[in-house]
């Protein structure tokens, strides 16, 4: 399994589905050290530009189906991009 490194303590104490599930708004403690960590907070320049990419789907001429379709593919790159690129920092 995945695991990344609590930036407090240096411990891979973060799962990868701990870390697909993150939010700006939130921090979680390290299981380990019980330090605060959390995304950078440029990950909520990805969020604009994801939501600006669903409505853009929204206002396009699709069916519902094919904008249904577009819409989870594009949660998925959301996802995707938060756990590859987007750093896990001290709070």
Partial sequence: ???YKC???GNESISLYK????????NSKCKKCGEKYGLHSYSYLLDLMFLLGYFLILRTNFTEPIKIVLGILL??????FNILFVPIVKK
């Fill in 1 to 3: 399994m995945i695991m």
């Fill in 7 to 9: 930036p407090h303590c």
């Fill in 19 to 26: 870390k697909a599930n993150l939010d700006m708004r939130y």
């Fill in 75 to 80: 949660f998925l790159v959301d996802t995707l």
